[in-house]
T-cell receptor, first 106, second 115 residues
Framework: AQRVTQPEKLLSVFKGAPVELKCNYSYSGSPELFWYVQYSRQRLQLLLRHISRESIKGFTADLNKGETSFHLKKPFAQEEDSAMYYCAPVNYQLIWGAGTKLIIKP | NAGVTQTPKFRILKIGQSMTLQCTQDMNHNYMYWYRQDPGMGLKLIYYSVGAGITDKGEVPNGYNVSRSTTEDFPLRLELAAPSQTSVYFC??????????????FGSGTRLTVV
C-alpha cells in the first residue's frame, strides 16, 4: 500500500534544542504531503503544506525525493511546540503516518 | 464560520448498542471524511464522500455506515457496537481542489468508549 511512515512514536528534546520529526513515504507517483499538529485537547490543524515551502511557527519541511522523506525541522524548540505531529498524504485514500508525540522539556 | 462541527464530544456505549455520530460543515465543501484514531496509531479512513448522495468505503469500514443526503451533513452510524470500536472519531472536510492547497478541516472529535 502507498503510505507515509513516521518512525518515532515519541521524541523528547530540551527547550532551545533543534527538533527533527521524521517522515518517510512510499509512493508510486509524485507525493504531495502535509504536516498536521494536534495540541492537547484541540483538533488537528494544518501546519505545513509541502507545495508552499512556507515556515510556520518556525517549522520547515523539505520534500527530498531522493530519500523519499519530508522531515519537519525547527532550529530552536519551544515549550509550546509540545504536541502530536502527523505527516499526512494529500490523497485521502492513502495511509497517514502514526504520529510522533513531541515533548519539549524546560 | 463554525467549520466542522461534531457531536457528541464523548459517549459511552454498551456492547450491542447503536448510535450516530453527527458531523456538519458550513464551508460548502464537497468532500467529507470519517477517520478513527486509536491510541498510538495514525488516522484510519472509515468512509468518505465526494458529494451529496455519493459515499465510499475507506480502509476500515466494517461495523459502520454513512449517508450523505446534503452537502453539509455526513453522519456516521455504528450498529451493534463492539469494544474494538472504542476510539476517537474525527470528521473532516475539504474542497475537491483544496487538499493540495489547504488540506482538510477537522472537527474536534468524538471520544467513544464501548463497554
Amino acid at each position: 500500500a502507498q503510505r507515509v511512515t513516521q518512525p518515532e512514536k515519541l521524541l523528547s528534546v530540551f527547550k532551545g534544542a533543534p527538533v527533527e520529526l521524521k517522515c518517510n513515504y512510499s509512493y508510486s507517483g509524485s507525493p504531495e504531503l502535509f504536516w498536521y499538529v494536534q495540541y492537547s485537547r484541540q483538533r488537528l490543524q494544518l501546519l505545513l503544506r509541502h507545495i508552499s515551502r512556507e515556515s510556520i511557527k518556525g517549522f520547515t519541511a523539505d520534500l527530498n525525493k531522493g530519500e523519499t522523506s519530508f522531515h519537519l525541522k525547527k532550529p530552536f524548540a519551544q515549550e509550546e511546540d509540545s504536541a502530536m505531529y502527523y505527516c499526512a498524504p494529500v490523497n485521502y485514500q492513502l495511509i497517514w503516518g502514526a504520529g510522533t508525540k513531541l515533548i519539549i522539556k524546560p | 464560520n463554525a467549520g466542522v462541527t461534531q457531536t457528541p464530544k464523548f459517549r459511552i456505549l454498551k456492547i450491542g448498542q447503536s448510535m450516530t455520530l453527527q458531523c456538519t460543515q458550513d464551508m460548502n465543501h464537497n468532500y467529507m471524511y470519517w477517520y478513527r484514531q486509536d491510541p498510538g496509531m495514525g488516522l484510519k479512513l472509515i468512509y468518505y464522500s465526494v458529494g451529496a448522495g455519493i459515499t465510499d468505503k475507506g480502509e476500515v469500514p466494517n461495523g459502520y455506515n454513512v449517508s450523505r443526503s446534503t452537502t453539509e451533513d455526513f453522519p456516521l452510524r455504528l450498529e451493534l457496537a463492539a469494544p474494538s470500536q472504542t476510539s476517537v472519531y474525527f470528521c473532516a472536510s475539504s474542497n475537491q481542489d483544496s487538499p493540495r492547497g489547504y488540506g482538510y478541516t477537522f472537527g474536534s472529535g468524538t471520544r467513544l468508549t464501548v463497554v
